[in-house]
């Protein structure tokens, strides 16, 4: 299990890690923080760690801090010589608050309670808490079209971009087959997951892998090369480059 803590006193971070050896054979301590500054630079290298024990009162602020900075997304079990944070800890990823000074038993039962936990939200839970999640979004998963005489069920993940050309829509899939779709570009947009469609300009919506490139254009604007190529230039706007940079880099 690898374990991160987050604690400014050097006895206490030292008393926490004899505690978690002796408590199990497979702790492996990846970090120790003694600052949010510290954390925040580590915790944003996206680093794989099991659970977090995390010191509140740091020397330079809480250590609530750093879920503003910063995504968390394992256990965090806060260690404080107070108790009135307990309902802030609780608020962000606790899952246990233990007083200081630390006691074993107390560890002991925080690592019951987690694996308590870990073992009633299994990966299947979190697998169809995703999905209702997403249907409480509205996205689409998978999209009627119209090909000649023909319709087809296209899934999301194999389309390339939709376009709209004299008032009808399109979409593109990954061979390049170009099906009528029944709604105008504005209703697509809304049924789309934003951090993979990107609303290019009026007449085209493209999927993130279906930039190949983009580049400097006339003005602050961007010419992005698709994939099937639309035999066009796609024009990102002066106003939405900037959006659509960052998208990029999401």
Request: aromatic fraction near 10%.
């Amino acid at each position: 299990m690898k374990v991160a803590i987050i604690e400014d006193e050097v006895p206490a971070r030292q008393q926490l890690i004899s505690f978690l050896k002796k408590l199990r054979d497979d702790i492996d301590v990846v970090n120790e923080s003694a600052s949010v500054k510290e954390a925040v630079a580590f915790l944003q290298r996206a680093p794989v760690v099991d659970l977090l024990f995390m010191d509140i009162q740091l020397n330079d602020g809480l250590s609530f801090e750093i879920f503003k900075k910063v995504t968390v997304s394992c256990p965090v079990i806060f260690t404080t010589a107070f108790d009135q944070y307990m309902l802030d800890a609780f608020r962000e990823n606790g899952i246990d608050y233990l007083l200081k000074p630390l006691k074993k038993a107390d560890l002991v039962q925080a690592f019951t309670k987690m694996e308590k936990l870990k073992s009633h939200f299994s990966s299947d839970i979190v697998e169809a808490l995703r999905s209702v999640q997403e249907g409480q979004r509205g996205l689409r998963k998978r999209f009627v079209a119209k090909k000649g005489v023909s319709f087809k069920s296209v899934p999301v993940d194999e389309i390339q971009y939709f376009f709209s050309e004299h008032k009808v829509s399109f979409l593109v899939n990954r061979e390049g087959e170009k099906l009528i779709l029944d709604k105008p570009l504005t209703d697509l947009e809304n049924e789309l997951d934003p951090d993979v469609f990107f609303r290019i300009n009026r007449k085209y919506i493209a999927s993130i892998s279906a930039i190949e490139s983009y580049r400097s254009f006339e003005k602050g604007k961007l010419a992005v090369a698709l994939v099937p190529n639309p035999k066009e230039e796609v024009v990102v706007s002066q106003e939405k480059a900037s959006l659509f940079k960052s998208w990029m880099e999401k």
